[in-house]
């Protein structure tokens, strides 16, 4: 999926912090800048190397997609997979723009959906959920409710349930998941994103496979520009 571009539109850089990388675009590029991140990551090495990597750059608008629980577009709670620091710190006054911080897999959540009622699923360092109905985006947290045999949902289907499981068996428990998760909140489609979304040899009957550049498409989308379209297609100059 591309971004079809205006060339009065404001340029939006887009954060996509993960557990191992912090992902970073822009509204009016294609490629993407990659820094490492990791358990003992913080936001003051965020800005400090972003700012290294980025010298030289314009951009108007700043959106994060945070692994974590976001509320009214602030961070609630403290990562699971990353260093200490992130609630209550200042983006927009570390960054000079204004800023919008929503949930990681919310924010592709919102680059992945193509109408109706949407559940994604980010199968990555962690699990994360969303729903989209009608076009209205809900953020969720279901991959630390308890699942089975005392562990989480993430504890089956993200990393470490890979790692543990082996490739095989963590592919029965993605689709013993999916559809568990389908019967109780009814989407019309599943959209499994996240770095290891492409290491299923196939999917579930109601899913598909989503694409990690769509976290940029929903950082501009939730500033209110771009479009989507298919794959493959032409940017406006």
Do not use: C
């Not at 000079?96 to 990681?104: A, C, E, S, Y």
């Not at 962690?126 to 729903?131: E, K, V």
């Not at 045999?149 to 470490?160: L, M, N, S």
């Not at 790692?163 to 998760?181: D, I, M, N, P, Y």
């Amino acid at each position: 999926m591309t971004v079809v571009r205006s060339p009065k539109a404001n340029r939006v850089m887009v954060l996509d912090l993960g557990g191992t990388h912090l992902k970073v675009g822009f509204s009016d590029r294609d490629r993407e800048i990659r820094i490492l991140s990791g358990p003992r990551f913080t936001p003051e090495q965020l800005v400090r190397q972003l700012t290294r990597r980025i010298r030289g750059q314009r951009y108007d608008f700043v959106s994060l997609g945070y692994p974590g629980l976001v509320v009214h577009g602030r961070i609630a709670a403290e990562p699971y997979n990353l260093g200490r620091g992130w609630a209550g710190f200042d983006f927009e006054r570390a960054l000079h723009r204004p800023t919008k911080i929503l949930n990681d897999a919310a924010m592709q959540a919102l680059g992945s959906y193509h109408g109706g009622r949407m559940l994604f699923l980010g199968l990555g360092t962690g699990l994360g959920s969303a729903m989209v109905v009608n076009g209205a985006l809900e953020p969720m947290e279901l991959a630390h409710l308890l699942y089975r045999k005392g562990r989480t949902y993430e504890q089956y289907v993200g990393e470490a349930g890979l790692e543990r499981l082996g490739r095989k068996k963590w592919q029965k428990e993605v689709f013993a998941v999916t559809k568990a998760l389908s019967a109780a909140l009814e989407p019309d489609y599943v959209v499994l994103g996240g770095g290891n979304a492409r290491k299923l040899k196939e999917l579930p009957s109601n899913a598909e496979r989503g694409d990690n550049r769509n976290a940029i498409l929903g950082g501009v989308r939730i500033w209110g520009q771009g479009t989507l379209a298919p794959a493959g297609a032409d940017a406006a100059p």
